[in-house]
């Protein structure tokens, strides 16, 4: 019983007078907090040793250091709580053992690392801070590089942050940093930190508390929400510290530190290395592809240097062609760099910039040319499908597109024909019986005393007048004499087709005609084929047809294969009339009679005429004379041409009717012809469609 009393009494006492002193002190936990778990965080550690091997070469000893000592100078924990308490700092900058220790492990076996990137703070610093200030935080986040990347701008995590800031790629897009195989502007110092900035801002519209800030920083917001919510809500940092993961809890104290040693260095006898680097550079946009080896052996500067400068591209190659990008250069070698810019990007290009334009695979016959028909894939389309709509077979598309099997993607673009080279014109042949009826024609008009005509003199009379004949004999009326005596002849270049051509020519308008626009429709409640045959203008036995229907109502949900007709085409292809040999023959004789006339009317000048066998063409030039022009008598009018009728049908509208009908037809001229008052039609309503 003695024994147990003396025990208790001997507790007591020494309990209460600790109890005592921390009363007297008003210590907080901040204070006195304490991490027997506590370790070195990886990042620091790998960090550190990596700026001894890349910075070596751009560090030296210092000539200016006071200190004579390379030993660490320990202080009592009241020294250095009156130190981080006299920093001028927004932040909270508080003391205790577990920031003596990371203090202690700069001070330390770390110092030698601390005196190298002290020596690179006089270069990155100025950036920090301009944009710090720039969003209105504070100053003393300078020093967050330096736990996160050392000041090294091409680290990278094992996680896959880079950079200064050490942003992860989805972090850094969120705030618009361009992250691809060549360009990384987490390792661009001027766009990461306006970046880092920005995210700060954010994290602190959510905690407002800096401490918190900066641990979100480094393990993300979810992490210390989580935290947060283990503690009972607590939002102080060393409150919430136990529930922070581990890696995590040291950022905080290690941040602290930093920020001491980065003041009071000297005092602890660190001497800062000396940083060589260029003061003064200048900007230069880029919009061609660029090495930056070519730079520095044009322009002789180290290759080094303008890594230092540029370290956002990866590979050393700047990306121009695809949009325009800032090479930073020392300001001594920037002009030169303008004036001698097209010599640069050519210099030694194919050997820095080895990719590519355009390879053709070996043994690949490819003919198709940049003007040939196009097609784009729809949903449903397959290979076979889209060769019978265009007349080739699949063979021939799969050799134009460079397919190696017969699957396709909706939206792809494919050759369906070979086409013809832009600069070639397609041969005509002009046949034996054609090319006497042309000769014998030439020669009878031309002679030495016959003027010449001049084809460049409104060269298209001719041909204009001989169509209008062709679609007036075409809808039975006659063409105006007046008109046809009166009209100036001028007689152009006229490319004859033999008839094969025009068989050619006639096989070619038929196939277009027959193009068809396939969509697919889906049978909703109610619907019958024959309502779906009316809605797309097709017979209900052709939907059958295509779908290989065995009964007549079709099932709800079933999808339907229709082929719309090419309505347009077939119009177009109606209205244009053939040239024929016949056509040919009596366009000759009304020029040459016209020819005739006008010769007995006017004085003659010389005449030259030739028939150009290589284009298979007759040319005939005229020098006409200078004469007074005589009136005229104005043409009869054609007689009015009577308006057809047109029965609307289901989807029709104003616009589609009057496409149907040429570009001379509009939707008011319809709308006029019919004394409509809006644009809204009914099915079965007749239409007078004008002339």
């Known amino acids: ?31 006195t907090i304490t991490d027997r778990e506590l370790t070195i965080p990886e990042e620091i550690e790998r960090n550190f040793d990596q700026l001894l091997v890349d910075w070596k070469k751009d560090l030296s000893p210092s000539l200016n250091c006071t200190s004579n000592f390379d030993t660490d100078v320990a202080y009592p924990d009241s020294v250095y709580i009156n130190r981080l308490y006299s920093l001028p700092t927004e932040m909270e900058l508080v003391y205790n053992p577990v920031v003596r220790s990371y203090i202690d492990m700069y001070t330390g076996r770390m110092r030698r690392s601390v005196e190298y990137f002290l020596g690179k703070s006089d270069y990155y610093f100025p950036i920090f801070e301009q944009a710090l200030d720039k969003y209105n935080l504070p100053l003393e986040l300078k020093y967050l590089p330096i736990i996160e990347s050392a000041l090294n701008p091409t680290i990278a995590s094992r996680m896959g942050a880079t950079g200064l800031w050490q942003f992860m790629i989805g972090t850094g897009k969120m705030y618009d940093l361009e992250v691809n195989t060549l360009v990384d502007e987490r390792r661009d110092p001027l766009r990461s930190t306006d970046a880092a900035a920005r995210y700060l801002k954010d994290l602190y519209g959510i905690y407002g508390d800096w401490n918190l800030v900066i641990a979100a920083y480094n393990c993300g917001p979810g992490n210390v929400n989580k935290a947060i919510k283990r503690s009972g809500g607590q939002t102080d940092y060393w409150t919430i510290y136990p529930y922070l993961p581990k890696e995590t809890r040291g950022y905080v104290p290690a941040f602290i530190a930093a920020a001491y040693v980065m003041n009071y260095y000297s005092a602890h006898n660190i001497c800062p290395f000396e940083y060589k680097y260029t003061h003064s550079t200048d900007t230069i946009l880029v919009d061609k592809q660029l090495h930056l080896q070519q730079v520095a052996e044009y322009l002789n500067v180290s290759l080094d240097e303008l890594r230092t400068l540029n370290p956002q591209y990866k590979k050393d190659i700047v990306p121009g062609e695809f949009k325009g990008y800032v090479l930073n250069l020392p300001s001594i070698n920037a002009p030169e760099f303008e004036v001698q810019r097209d010599s640069i990007f050519a210099y030694k290009a194919t050997e820095f910039l080895s990719h590519r334009k355009v390879v053709n695979p070996n043994g690949y016959m490819a003919i198709a040319a940049t003007n040939g028909a196009k097609y784009k894939v729809r949903r449903g389309d397959n290979l076979a499908a889209i060769a019978g709509k265009h007349g080739v077979t699949t063979a021939q598309i799969k050799q134009w597109n460079g397919l190696k099997s017969n699957r396709l993607k909706a939206g792809q673009i494919l050759a369906v024909s070979a086409g013809m ?19 014998e024609n030439t020669s009878q008009t031309t002679s030495e005393n016959q003027p010449s005509i001049d084809n460049n003199d409104s060269s298209s009379n001719s041909l204009s007048d001989y169509f209008a004949k062709m679609q007036e004999r075409a809808i039975g009326a006659d063409p105006d004499p007046a008109s046809t005596k009166e009209s100036e002849p001028h007689l152009p270049v006229v490319n004859v087709p033999d008839s094969d051509t025009s068989e050619l020519a006639d096989n070619t308008r038929g196939r277009d005609i027959q193009r068809v626009q396939t969509i697919y429709h889906k049978v909703r409640i109610g619907e019958t084929l024959t309502q779906i045959a009316s809605k797309y203008n097709v017979d209900r036995e052709d939907i059958s047809s295509w779908n290989k229907l065995k009964s007549s109502v079709p099932k709800v949900g079933q ?16 209205e244009l009339p053939s040239i024929s040999e016949e056509s040919i023959e009596q366009v000759v004789a009304d020029v040459k009679t016209s020819v005739q006339d006008k010769a007995a009317d006017r004085p003659l000048a010389s005449t030259s005429s030739m028939v150009t066998s290589s284009s298979k063409s007759v040319t005939v030039k005229k020098e006409e004379p200078k004469v007074e022009k005589k009136n005229t008598p104005k043409p ?42 809006s644009d809204k039609l009914s099915i079965g309503q007749k239409l007078r469609i004008p002339r």
């Open 559 to 574: 999808r339907l294969v229709i082929h719309l007709p090419a309505q347009k085409e077939a119009l177009v292809a109606e």
């Open 1 to 31: 019983m003695l024994k147990k009393l003396f025990i208790a009494g001997f507790i007591l006492g020494g309990i209460v007078p600790l109890f005592g002193q921390v009363h007297k002190n008003e210590l907080s936990i901040k204070e």
């Open 636 to 677: 009869a009018k054609e007689p009015a041409k009577q308006p057809s009728t047109y029965t609307v049908k289901k989807g029709d509208t104003l616009g589609g009717i009057a496409g149907k009908y040429g570009s001379k037809i509009t939707a008011k001229d319809i709308q006029k012809a019919n004394n409509l008052t």
């Open 421 to 439: 080279p832009a600069n070639k014109e397609i041969p005509q042949e002009i046949s034996q019986p054609t090319q006497d009826l042309l000769a």
